[in-house]
């Protein structure tokens, strides 16, 4: 963990989230606060049943959340990508997570305490409204994808799966192409089909123009008719050359 006095970007990365909102006197006191993780390896940042003591921006790599059962079952529920905040719920709820929290290999995040963030928003209470903002997003995609994973058929149900991701993924996820960090393995466990049934339903979006495959990623050519698509819009179904 280096001091952000030694890393000259602390202050312009703040300065663009939340905390950059306020003015700069008050972005000075985060950036002395600030610190920045480097992961050379997967590490364990909070384990369920545990209060966080920190809040995270990812910088570079990813955050994964994994919820398990009793059985030691285990599924990633979330993936925080660079942008995204691990978590403001920590920062409001009494209550410790009941899942865990790694860091991918290679990994960096801007750290804070969340003691420190939570007298901070006490202070400047105009950061409230943009803070509800970015929980209401992840909540809105939840209930969007509880909703659809039970009434779309199949592939409607995977195009749907992706581009929730996306819009978690990138958040700003809009009328441009994207490119989705997520292996072919997870988007299975997370739609609840065997690989071979999550393989077939890939290839169908695939043959519609929907996305495009490669190593542990995909590219999503237009996000808006992959989206539209999900929601039975049949000119979305159709493919490029029809």
């Known amino acids: 963990m280096t001091n952000p006095n030694s890393d000259p970007d602390v202050r312009e990365r703040l300065a663009s989230t939340v905390f950059g909102a306020v003015g700069s006197e008050a972005l000075d006191d985060m950036v002395r606060v600030a610190r920045i993780e480097h992961f050379k390896r997967p590490s364990l940042l909070s384990a369920a049943g545990e ?50 929290f790694y860091s991918s290999a290679s990994a960096s995040c801007l750290t804070l305490p969340i003691e420190e963030v939570r007298a901070f928003c006490v202070r400047h209470p105009q950061t409230y409204p943009m803070i509800i903002r970015m929980i209401g997003h992840r909540m809105r995609l939840l209930i969007e994808w509880t909703g659809q994973s039970v009434l779309a058929a199949p592939v409607q149900r995977m195009a749907k799966l992706l ?17 989705l960090h ?61």
């Open 51 to 100: 209060r966080p003591h920190h809040l995270r921006l990812v910088l570079s790599g990813h955050i994964q959340v994994i919820a398990r059962h009793v059985s030691g079952s285990e599924i990633v529920v979330g993936h925080i990508t660079p942008g995204g905040w691990a978590t403001w719920l920590s920062v409001f709820m009494d209550q410790a997570p009941a899942q865990d």
């Open 163 to 179: 581009s929730i991701l996306a819009q978690e993924q990138q958040p700003a996820a809009g009328q441009g192409s994207i490119t």
């Open 182 to 242: 997520v292996t072919q393995a997870r988007l299975a466990i997370q739609a609840r089909c065997s690989r071979q049934t999550a393989n077939q339903l890939l290839h169908q979006l695939e043959q519609r123009g929907l996305i495009v495959s490669a190593y542990g990623q995909f590219a999503i050519p237009d996000w808006s008719r992959l989206d539209k698509f999900a929601d039975g819009d049949p000119e979305a179904a159709a493919r490029p050359n029809d």
